[in-house]
Structures are given as structure tokens and as C-alpha cells.
């Protein structure tokens, strides 16, 4: 059959994401391996499916190509599949240049074409079909990300029986900017489908109930919409985190110490190590930061003697044309900076184009002393959160741009607008010279909120609100 094989077992807990946890990829020599999908929505699911045991639908990172449900590192994963065509228009086009720049307020400008739409319909049917015949009755199935917005609804149509999440893991704009979206209302309807919608921060909540207001003309009371057929369905947020004991574990091992040692020192052992850590992405603000730290460094402020930038980027979405034209003006900066202000053996940024495993992460937080994430726009941003967690004692400092969704809760990071260059750069070089008492204050207070509000938390409070909503145990709040 065309779809794949139906599992043996059906569910009664399913995440459905775009992604699989894990890529298939293919070696020139024939063979196939698979490895951990990039992203903050993996890092952030894959502890949560750990503990929960339920099945993960999605799609395995190959165009063309029909797999069987299969079991890895004990995660049920039904895959679900995709044409080279589905992935042009639906993955690349529709989802990466349409709603990805859109959400993230048009840092870039979004396309809008009507074929990208269709192929966005006929994949999240296809996601819904899957999903209904994985999930037993009366299953809770959690709905993931801007990529399958008209899950819900399609599954609800089919499906009434289950309980349905849905979590937005980037930003959710300003009606402004949504409504230039010509399918605005459809969207707004697929999510409705779902009994609990989850944003990462009220803001994106509160822009949702202000558009099924005025589109749609729904009534809303506090978090709770009143859906066209009868339905409750509650509009809040639930902001993401990390699984942060254990990764503090795993930057506390005695294997981890010594890599990091191993890292300062093939670096020279500068007295300073800044580090970024980004999926190669136009949201991150790399170019703000590189330009900060290459003019810190060209100024004399910075002595590349004593301070070394290490920046790790994962290639993500390499065929659209705004990432391929980010990766060359990063190229071209990182290279003008370091043959105009490097010496031999001395490049002040060390840039690596490339994926790395946990355990390497890991080493990389835990060597640096100071961690510089710059996005212009973004959801959460769990980079900053994995850095905190991976402190040893209360050393080091984050430099945090205000427009994370992580800097609502990680106040005492050194917080920046990435867009003000002067700003950034003194404020990096106060991170770096701040008296260790200073730093000490403010890691502990960012290393409590880490640790208190983790990825178990997270998702205890979502499916416990989710519970009590289908349960009807929300009273539709009186006036
Ligand atoms: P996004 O979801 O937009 O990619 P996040 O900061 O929320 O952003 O999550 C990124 C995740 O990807 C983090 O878990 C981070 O550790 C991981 N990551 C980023 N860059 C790399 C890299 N070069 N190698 C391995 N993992 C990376
Ligand atoms: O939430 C951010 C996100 O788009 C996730 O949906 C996704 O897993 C991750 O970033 C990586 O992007 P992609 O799946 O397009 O490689």
C-alpha cells in the first residue's frame, strides 16, 4: 500500500511532527544510517515520547520513499512520506517560505503562491489520514508546529473520539502580519480542530483570540474560545524547555570535562571563549553577532590573543534560496574578519558548518564562558536554556537577545537588541568583564528557573490542561 504499513499496536499517546526524531540518510556508498533531526522541536519531544510511550508520526527527512512503521532507541515511529515534489512545495515552499518567514515577523519576505497552499492541504490530510488509523479510541494525540496548522481539524472531522493538542513552537504574530496571509482563516480553523492550542508565550495566545474574534467572529472569554460547533477550546501558553538534569549530567562527567579542556586548548587556551550555537537559520542573527565581535576585535577592544569566537551552525533547509544566501554572506564575513585581523595559528572565529552529537554539545557549553545568542525573532530558543544547564558552579554568562522567547523567563541573562550593534557590543564586553560575584548572582537565579521549570514540566502542564478541558471540567468562565 502506498502509505506504509499500519503498526500492529494502536497508540493512546501520539505526537505528530513534521519530522521524525531521526533523518534517514543515505551514504555514497549506498548504505543508510539514521541520525537525530536538527531542531529545538526534537530536543524538546524526544525526552517527553521517552516517558510517555506512545507513537511518533512523521516524516523521516527522504523524498519518495515508503517506509514501514519501525522501532528506534525505543520510539514507535510510523513515517509518513513525501513526494521530491510535496517536499519542494509543502516543506520548502509553503512552511519554509511562506509561514517561517511570516511568523518571525517578516524579518524576511514571505511568498505567497497557491500551489505551495495546495500541496500545505494535501500533505496535512495525508498526516491527518495517518494519525487516525495509528491512534486508538479516545487516544490523546499531540499535534506539532506551523507545518501541520490544518491537522486538527482534519482529524477532528474524522476522528471526534480523540483528544487533540496542538503547540506552536515559534512565534505567533501580530494580526497585522497574519492577516496578509490569503488562507488566513483556514488556518485559523484547522487549529481550532484541537481542544487545547499552546503557544509559547501569551503574547502569541492573545494575537490567536484576537484573530478568531475578528475573522471569525467567535466569542472568547479569557483563555477560552467558543468554537462554531459547540466546542470549548482553551488558547494559552506553555513555555518550552529542555530535559535539564540530564543534560547537566552529561556536561558534568568526567568525559565532558576533560573534552572541554581538550577544546580550550586546541583553541590556544584563550582566556576567553565566546560561543554560538544555531541551526544556520536568518532568524538567529548571526551576522549582527559576527559584525560585533570582528569590530570588538578590529578596535583593539578585544585582543583575539586572549578571546576566541567558536560558532557551530547546523545546515538547515539548504535548497531554499534565503538560507543558501545566508550561508554564503556568513562565509564571506567570517572570512573577511578573520584574514583582516587574524594571525598565524590565531583566527579570532572558528566557524564550523556542521552537526555535532550531544555529548560534543555538551563539552562546547560547558568550555565556554561566555554564550552570545542574537535572534532577531524567535519562539523559545533552547540554545540559551542548554547553556545555563550545563554550567558547573555558577560561572559563565549568557548574552540573550530580547526577542527570544527565552527572555521572558531568563532575566538575569545580559539582554540585547541584535539590531543595535553598539548595544551588542558593549554588552558583550561587560559579560565578558563582570566580577565573578556579579556572574555568580545571575547564573544562579537563570540555573533555578532552568532546572524548576524543565521539559517534564512542560508537558505535565499541557496534558493536564488538555485533560481538564476535554473533560469539561473548565466551566465556560461567566463575564
Ligand atoms: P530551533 O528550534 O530554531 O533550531 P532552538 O535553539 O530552540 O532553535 O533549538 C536548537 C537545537 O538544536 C538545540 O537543542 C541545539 O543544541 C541543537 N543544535 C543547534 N546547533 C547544533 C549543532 N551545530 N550541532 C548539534 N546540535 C545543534
Ligand atoms: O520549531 C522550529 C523548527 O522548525 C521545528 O519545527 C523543526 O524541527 C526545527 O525547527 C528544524 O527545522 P527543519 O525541520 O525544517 O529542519
Not at 492577516?179 to 503574547?203: E, H, K, S, T
Request: proline share 6%.
Amino acid at each position: 500500500e502506498s502509505e506504509g504499513g499500519t503498526p500492529t499496536r494502536r497508540a493512546n499517546f501520539v505526537v505528530v511532527a513534521n519530522r521524525l526524531p531521526v533523518d534517514r540518510v543515505e551514504h555514497p556508498d549506498g548504505t543508510t544510517t539514521w541520525r537525530t533531526s536538527p531542531g529545538g522541536l526534537v530536543t524538546a519531544l524526544e525526552p517527553v515520547m521517552h516517558s510517555h510511550h506512545g507513537a511518533w508520526v512523521g516524516w523521516h527527512g527522504a523524498p519518495d520513499e515508503v517506509l514501514d512503521p519501525f522501532e528506534n532507541d525505543g520510539l514507535e515511529l510510523v513515517p509518513v512520506p513525501l513526494s521530491a515534489g510535496e517536499v519542494e512545495d509543502y516543506y520548502e515552499g509553503f512552511s519554509n517560505a511562506t509561514l517561517w518567514p511570516l511568523y518571525h515577523d517578516v524579518v524576511a519576505p514571505p511568498e505567497f503562491r497557491r500551489e505551495w497552499w495546495d500541496a500545505y492541504v494535501r500533505v496535512n490530510q495525508r498526516f491527518a489520514d495517518r494519525t487516525a488509523a495509528v491512534a486508538d479510541e479516545g487516544a490523546v494525540v499531540w499535534v506539532q508546529d506551523y507545518q501541520l496548522q490544518l491537522v486538527p481539524q482534519m482529524l477532528r472531522e474524522q476522528r471526534p473520539d480523540l483528544h487533540i493538542g496542538f503547540f506552536l513552537h515559534i512565534p505567533f504574530p501580530p494580526t497585522e502580519l497574519y492577516i496578509q496571509l490569503p488562507w488566513r482563516d483556514q488556518i485559523l480553523r484547522g487549529l481550532l480542530g484541537a481542544d487545547l492550542v499552546g503557544f509559547q508565550l501569551g503574547g502569541g495566545a492573545q494575537n490567536f483570540q484576537r484573530l478568531v474574534r475578528q475573522r471569525l467572529h467567535l466569542d472568547t472569554r479569557r483563555e477560552f474560545v467558543h468554537a462554531a460547533d459547540g466546542r470549548t477550546v482553551m488558547a494559552r501558553a506553555y513555555p518550552i524547555s529542555i530535559a535539564a538534569e540530564s543534560l547537566h549530567e552529561l556536561a558534568s562527567s568526567d568525559k565532558t570535562a576533560a573534552r572541554a579542556a581538550e577544546i580550550r586548548d586546541d583553541l590556544g587556551n584563550p582566556k576567553v571563549l565566546l560561543l554560538g550555537v544555531d541551526r544556520l537559520d536568518y532568524t538567529k542573527g548571526l551576522p549582527e553577532r559576527i559584525q560585533a565581535f570582528g569590530e570588538l576585535v578590529a578596535e583593539g577592544r578585544i585582543d583575539p590573543e586572549e578571546a576566541a569566537l567558536v560558532q557551530v551552525a547546523t545546515p538547515s533547509r539548504e535548497r531554499v534560496e534565503q538560507y543558501r544566501h545566508l550561508r554564503d554572506d556568513i562565509d564571506r564575513q567570517v572570512g573577511r574578519i578573520n584574514s583582516e585581523v587574524g594571525r598565524i595559528g590565531r583566527p579570532p572565529i572558528t566557524y564550523l558548518h556542521a552537526s555535532y552529537p550531544r555529548d560534543e554539545m555538551a563539552a562546547l557549553y560547558r568550555a565556554a564562558d561566555v554564550m552570545i545568542v542574537t535572534p532577531l525573532r524567535d519562539g523559545m530558543n533552547l540554545v540559551a536554556k542548554e547553556y545555563v544547564a550545563c554550567r558547573q558552579g555558577d560561572d559563565g554568562a549568557l548574552v540573550l537577545s530580547e526577542f527570544a522567547g527565552a527572555a521572558r523567563e531568563l532575566r538575569q541573562a545580559y539582554l540585547i537588541n541584535p539590531h543595535d550593534i553598539d548595544g551588542l557590543k558593549e554588552t558583550i564586553l561587560e559579560a565578558i568583564n563582570a566580577p565573578a560575584r556579579v556572574k555568580a548572582r545571575r547564573m544562579r537565579l537563570l540555573r533555578r528557573q532552568v532546572f524548576e521549570h524543565d521539559i517534564d514540566s512542560w508537558a505535565r502542564a499541557f496534558l493536564d490542561d488538555l485533560d481538564r478541558v476535554v473533560g469539561d471540567q473548565l466551566d465556560w468562565p461567566a463575564r
